[in-house]
């Protein structure tokens, strides 16, 4: 067989658009070789020394083969995930309730011995309605006033069943929501008073979490609904309040984010090199929630860019692929799940450097992790279905 010939069945073999398949491989390459170095602790303490790693490259492996399978799925097929997505959700985020517990949050829940967050399957379900709603209740000037009271509605139950565990999870969903409201051309006089609304509501959240004092967090833990608080609070006051003197600096407060910038500050243009790291063996979840701290320190600059330049190739593939769909529901859909996987990547990266507070949200298709990888892997698949199945208009009357 020819190598014209081989590359002609590698292409029917995974079609779609080639270049979410390369920003799909690249992130899967980097994640082996971090997760490798991050998981020293882990290592250590199992006394394994291949095994997290091994099982991570399974999962990614796993992770491949959904995006495969679901990539072979004609996207129309989608719209049934409108149907029953946001009622299975709601369900899954009650159960969860009533099920285990991961850091004394119930965030996780088990069925048939696989342990996932319902909340990753509600923000996909989430994203297909509102893209689904956005197609169907519109005029010709965009999406109608019908279309964001539907969308408000479902975004509002689905991220309220979340926030209590899971604040940073809610929050990042909905702006997802907001943004798909954006591109779906929802009158801007509702589109500003939710702005306006979000922005005093956030205000007074920050006043809240900012300043009220330890005993009333106390008493507020509590309450069921807001045992999350004193998390929270203790979160914003630790990026916002700074030792004036490096002699009052504590390493052993607020570890994450302290051996996070050491990370960060101690690389340079090209790194220390894959595996040198000096901070994994004490940041805390290295391996996952702040793994680009490592791949900066690691790789340096060069290679924290390179990696925030597959996830903006990303969403750039996304949008031209949105802008040449024929049809309103796929070019929604392919934007609203870029979107769902580049904003948690961004979030993630800013808590890494020290520009917004710790949020516990991985580093999609990067951070270690079973049930993350697999539904981040089958978005993508949905994103490479759409490019292979929908309707496209031809780049040529494009350009034209």
Known sequence: MSIKERTENLSTLFEGD????MVLFFLCIISILEVYSASSNMTFNKGAYWSPVLMHTVYLAVGVGVAWVVHRIPCRYFGWIAAAGPLISVILLIAVFFSGSLNDTNRWMSIAGISFQP??????????VVAWILS?????????????????GFAVVICGLIVSENLSTAMLTFMVVLLM????????????????FLAITGSMGYAVLRYTPEDTLAKLEQVPVLKRLPTWAHRVR??????????????????QVVQSHIAVASSNIIGCGPGNSSVRDFLPQAYSDFIYAIIIEELGLAGGLFV???????LYRAARIAGRCEKNFPAFLIMGLALLIVTQAIINMMVAVGIFPV????????SRGGSSIMVN???????????RSASMIPEKNMSS
């Open 238 to 255: 630790n990026h916002s309040e700074f030792a004036e003197n490096p002699e009052d600096f504590d390493l052993t407060i607020n570890p």
């Open 308 to 314: 925030l330049l597959l996830y903006i190739a990303l």
């Open 18 to 21: 080639k270049v979410l398949w």
């Open 359 to 366: 949020t516990g949200q991985p580093l999609p298709l990067v």
């Open 181 to 196: 409201m954006f591109v779906g051309g929802v009158p801007w006089k509702y589109l500003g008073a939710l702005i306006g």
């Open 377 to 387: 892997c089958a978005y993508i698949g949905m994103m490479l279905s759409i490019s």
């Open 136 to 152: 169907v209740m519109r005029d010709e000037r965009g999406a109608t006033a019908s279309a964001f009271k539907w969308i408000m």
């Open 119 to 128: 909340s990753e399957i509600a923000k996909g379900s989430l994203v297909v």
